[in-house]
């Protein structure tokens, strides 16, 4: 059945890791109920509860972002789930990409930490409308008051609960309401609306009261309801409910509701299924109400800008299901019964099924997606609802649905109509820091490596596959450890290609350790046709960075005029191949000097060897410098971090050469506002391997960093002397 934008609801769940946010999703699904669908003969009929949509779900953790909709009040909730480990940002990144709201999960035992503080900043930053959810209540350290005072010390005043939880001495949870005065009770026997009011009796609520409907009239700017609220008359709950949808919707007011992930399981005694009942926990109700009546529709969240494939800008999207189509692949999965699997979020126009779009994908180059453009039909439309898919009829702006069978598009592409084509920028997705070597077990796993490699990288797009030319070996750079995880859990489940992680080789470098003379003879005759060729070399070092530089200093007719190239090609073969640990020679300036040739005996293949045999005589008699890459690294942390990071450096062989402070962002988290500092250090590659993990641990999550390559530099002698001659 088809919904107009404003009847429907995107909202992204994001928090820590434990903080509840797949559960809560589940606990949605079960108090939501089944959504309709519509049968073969064009009932509705209703579906039961058939768990978690996301294929890589885990009990104890998600990976993948995962789309669940439910219905409630008549209006259509897409529920978007996403992983709380830092290491699966890019599916947070998407996640927020498809949402028009956030819900931030707090946990009452755990707190606010700093990666939820920068993802609090980052939302901020544009304007996304967001609410809190306190979770773990029914921990015995679980203290809501003391919840939501961290997080006004860490968000700021416009954070206010909109209930108040209190739990009686049988069990019995009694959830007050802000904005109606009204109780809920969560009992034995479930859910029990009270339809008396309190009248504010209790001073705690009272003041709670107040301070929530001053909030909401400030945000809004509501003057009619100011002055009838400073005249004394408490304002009517439905126009709060009103003001309340326009002051979260400015991204400034933040309303907070307890919430129990506690599910009480019951038997299907039909089937003998376990399946959720609707009593246990509480809060669940409340939620999906402050979701419906609070959170914006998507025709009031702006649209991102839009050009031409060609980059050309045209006009903005209106949001209009009417209008031209605008959609865009925000997550890409493969199912090994259904095929390609596309969450697309439309923003503008109607996706129907069967409909011809052009598929565009651009400024992802440097992550290793090539743009194209592409023109295919849509497949089937559905909704999920747990793991099972319901089919759409169409999916108007606003809208979130999933498409199979997109063979070209990928994670981050834009869908739009054939005779309009039209392009979303691309999202701004971290860059992948930690390599993983691997190395197929078998040859069967090597035969399907390269195509499961590939589909992975369309799916996620935090993830880049190099084959290194140089090391010739593969290496996958992903967000961190789990993540690198994930993949290779994902490589050998999925498409049943098993790898072995092996140790990353870094490119090394020779040069000479000081100007040095070379000889090099090729004579030899065995009967027939013989090589005849002598050269000699002065090879001296360059400074670093200066590369190859050859001279032909020959006079007299030492060496014919057309072996000259001959010396030079086998000068660069020897420079490629190294002379004391295998590793390439670089920063050298080679003069040939002398020579001698011989008119039947000489050749080129006689010259080539004889400018190699010069070039290792040269570098045996001047000595051997192994030079290392480094990297130009700049590593961004709160004003506390920096001495750590510093000293942390320094151990690694590192140099500080500058710190630049940089301001705290608008909007930014008061407990993250702190004046950031971006240190600019030279470090040795090596050293660098395990940084992404290591940083993170070092500024307790809160620590980014950007490396590039430097140049090379000698290696210690200690370490140089490990190297095999």
């Known amino acids: 059945m088809s919904t107009a934008s404003y009847n429907v609801r995107n909202v992204v769940l994001v928090g820590h890791t434990g903080a509840g946010k797949t559960a809560l999703v589940d606990r949605l699904l079960a108090t939501a109920g089944p959504p309709e669908r519509q049968n073969a003969d064009h009932q509705l009929v209703h579906t039961s509860y058939v768990g978690h949509a996301d294929p890589d779900h885990r009990p104890s953790r998600s990976v993948s972002l ?22 699966f940002i890019g599916e947070l990144r998407a996640g927020l990409r498809a949402a028009d709201a956030a819900l931030f999960l707090i946990s009452a035992v755990d707190g606010v930490d700093g990666a939820t503080g920068l993802l609090w900043t980052e939302c901020a930053e544009v304007g996304m409308p967001r609410a809190i959810a306190i979770t773990h209540l029914d921990h015995a350290r679980g203290d809501f008051t003391a919840a939501v005072e961290e997080c006004q010390r860490a968000f700021g005043t416009g954070v206010l609960p909109a209930w108040l939880p209190h739990r009686t001495a049988d069990g019995t949870v009694r959830l007050t309401g802000l904005l109606t005065g009204r109780t809920v009770e969560y009992g034995p026997g479930g859910r029990r609306e009270s339809t008396a009011e309190s009248g504010w009796s209790d001073v705690h609520h009272a003041a709670a009261h107040a301070a929530l409907v001053e909030g909401i009239i400030a945000e809004s700017e509501d003057e009619t309801l100011l002055d009838r609220y400073l005249s004394g008359v408490d304002p009517d709950p439905d126009l709060l409910l009103a003001d309340l949808e326009t002051a979260v919707a400015r991204g400034t007011f933040f309303p907070v509701l307890p919430v129990s992930l506690r599910t009480d399981q019951g038997a299907n005694h039909g089937t003998g299924e376990r399946i959720p009942a609707r009593t246990g926990g509480f809060g669940s109700t409340e939620l999906l109400d402050l979701l419906v009546q609070g959170f914006p529709a998507p025709a009031e969240h702006p649209l991102p800008a839009l050009t031409r494939p060609d980059g050309t800008v045209c006009d903005p999207g209106t949001g209009d299901p009417a209008g031209p189509l605008v959609a865009e692949v925000v997550k890409t999965t493969t199912d090994p019964y259904v095929g390609r699997m596309s969450v697309v979020r439309v923003f503008s126009g109607t996706l129907r099924p069967d409909d011809p779009v052009h598929v565009s994908g651009h400024g992802r180059a440097t992550a290793g997606h090539a ?24 999916c108007p702006a606003g809208g979130i649905c999933v498409v199979t069978k997109l063979a070209t598009a990928e994670t981050g592409d834009t869908l739009s109509s054939l005779d309009d084509p039209r392009h979303l920028p691309a999202w701004t997705m971290p860059e992948p820091l930690l390599p993983v070597a691997i190395r197929a077990r078998s040859r069967a796993d090597e035969d399907r490596l390269s195509t499961a490699l590939s589909r992975l990288a369309v799916e996620d797009p935090t993830l880049r596959v190099v084959q290194d030319p140089e090391t010739a070996q593969l290496v996958l750079w992903s967000m961190g450890e789990a993540h690198a995880d994930a993949v290779l859990e994902r490589l050998a489940q999925r498409y049943g290609a098993t790898v072995d992680r092996v140790a990353a080789i870094i490119p090394l470098r020779e040069t000479l350790r000081a100007p040095a003379h070379g000889l090099g003879r090729q004579v030899k005759q065995s009967g027939g046709h013989g090589q005849y060729a002598v050269c000699q070399l002065e090879v001296e070092p360059l400074p670093p960075g200066s590369g190859f530089e050859f001279v032909d200093e020959i006079v007299g007719g030492a060496i014919p005029r057309s072996f000259i190239p001959s010396v030079e090609k086998g000068v660069r073969a020897q420079m490629a191949q190294g002379v004391r640990a295998g590793h390439p020679l670089t920063d050298l300036r080679v003069r040939l000097v002398d020579g001698r040739s011989h008119s039947v005996d000489s050749s080129d293949l006689a010259f080539q060897i004889a400018g190699g045999l010069a070039l290792r005589d040269a570098v045996r008699s001047g000595g051997v410098v192994v030079l290392e890459p480094v990297l130009a690294v700049e590593v961004s942390v709160p004003d506390e971090f920096v001495g750590t990071v510093v000293s942390d450096l320094s151990t690694r062989r590192g140099r500080v050469v500058g710190m630049d402070p940089v301001p705290s962002a608008p909007g ?19 050293e660098m391997s395990r940084y992404a993990i290591e940083l993170r641990s070092l500024s307790h ?19 140089t002397d490990s190297l095999s001659g």
């Open 668 to 686: 930014s988290a008061p407990s993250f506002a702190a004046t950031r500092t971006v240190v600019h250090a030279e470090v040795p590659e090596s």
């Open 701 to 719: 999550g809160t620590g980014s960093f950007h490396r590039e390559p430097h140049g090379f530099e000698s290696m210690p002698p200690q370490l």
């Open 371 to 394: 743009d194209h453009d592409d023109d295919e039909r849509v497949g089937a439309l559905s909704r999920p609802y747990g793991s099972a898919l319901h089919s759409m009829p169409d």
């Open 66 to 87: 995962s789309l669940c909709s439910v219905s409630h009040r008549g209006l259509t909730i897409n529920l978007l789930d996403t992983p709380g480990y830092p290491d």
